[in-house]
Each structure stands twice: as structure tokens, then as C-alpha cells.
């Protein structure tokens, strides 16, 4: 009885400390983390975000013509850990947190990027736009035609080529 007597008293010299959301406006300060935002201007499609999203609210699906960046808003934690990693800095954080909506599409958003093949099987391995960002960046250094190569075949292709340099074989 006397905790409450003294909470009684603190409420009354205080005041209102709550806001009559939504008829007034909510309190969101500017540390406040919410909703991210992808460019797809500047994203590559590299999947920095994807790898190192904890609850995995980003997702990459590679096809045969395409690679699709997928952000399920439902499964976003808002942690921003995306943000710190992406190299092209294509993430940009809101303090957006209205996000109800009625449709499940709704909380869906989808980056498309046109795939590379590889030129030795075929097999579709990486978005266009991360082979030249790749070229814009090294440059010389790489040999161009292993960027086109998809892992599994540049791994047996250096093998091979190690052979034949340290062998005299192939």
C-alpha cells in the first residue's frame, strides 16, 4: 500500500508521460532504428547484407537469367548490421516503424539483377553488375577472363594451371 501511495504521489507531480499515439504524434528521435531502405542504383548484388543478416529478413535467389535481392520486412529485427557491412553503401537506414500492412506482399521487397553464366559450364553464378564493379575496382590486377568463371570451375581451372606451371602437366 505505501509503494503505491509513493507511485501515486510521483504520478501526480509529473504529469502525463505518454502520448496519444496515434491522435498526436509519436516521439521517434533520430537514433531510432526502423525500416532500411535499399538503392538499387548502387547495390551490385553482392549479398554482403544477406550474409551477415542474424535473422535472415535478406535473401538472394540466383536463377538462370536472373539474381534476385529479397528483404522480408517481417523478419527484420532492425539490428543495421547491413548497413556497417554493404561495400557500396546502398543501405540507408529510416526510423520509418508504421509498417502494418494487409497484404504479405506488401512487406516484401525484391532488387533484380541480370546474371553472369559462366564461360566454361554454363551455370548461372553472379549479377552483371557485381563482374563490373569488380572490373571498375581491380582492373588489370585480375585476369577478366576468371570473372566470368563461376567458382566451382575457377578452383579446377588454377588447379590445372598450377599443374602445368610447378609439373610441367595439366
Partial sequence: MVKFLKVLKA???????????PFESSLVTSEFRGLIEI???KCVGCGACVRICPPKALTIEVNEKETILKYFIGRCIFCWMCVQTCPQKAIKTTNKF??????????MRELVFRTVTCKVCGRAFTPVKLVVEINKRVGDLYMHTDIYVCPDCRQ???????LTKYLGRG
Fill in 11 to 21: 504520478s501526480a507531480t509529473v504529469g502525463t508521460v505518454t502520448r496519444r499515439y
Fill in 39 to 41: 538503392d538499387p542504383v
Fill in 98 to 107: 508504421e509498417l502494418s500492412v494487409f497484404n504479405l506482399k506488401d512487406v
Fill in 156 to 162: 579446377a581451372l588454377t588447379a590445372r594451371r598450377l
